[in-house]
């Protein structure tokens, strides 16, 4: 899924509003979508990564990120409770 192309905020625009995600992957399901993979730097440093992941997965989606595996301690917790497809 490459709709959300960076969910960190660049200079002159608004970061992505994250109310709005479970919206969107709702209206993705229409086209067949049914995996995301965050990419971007390093998508677990996002302050709201946890609440990305749950709602990627309460819309019923499998997920993937793409990490250079520096700093693995803080999304550890995440993989383990919500797995990764």
Request: glycine letters at 6%.
């Given at each position: 899924m490459q709709i959300i192309q960076k969910l960190y905020p660049l200079p002159g625009r608004?970061?992505?509003?994250?109310?709005?995600?479970?919206?969107?992957l709702e209206e993705a399901q229409i086209f067949g979508v049914r995996h995301v993979t965050l990419t971007g730097g390093e998508p677990h440093l996002h302050t709201q990564?946890?609440?990305?992941?749950?709602?990627?997965?309460?819309?019923?989606?499998?997920?993937?990120?793409?990490?250079?595996?520096?700093?693995?301690q803080p999304y550890l917790p995440v993989l383990e409770r919500y797995g990764s497809g």
């Open positions: 608004p970061d992505f509003p994250l109310e709005l995600l479970p919206r969107l990564f946890i609440e990305l992941v749950s709602a990627i997965v309460r819309c019923g989606y499998t997920w993937n990120f793409v990490s250079n595996g520096q700093q693995t």
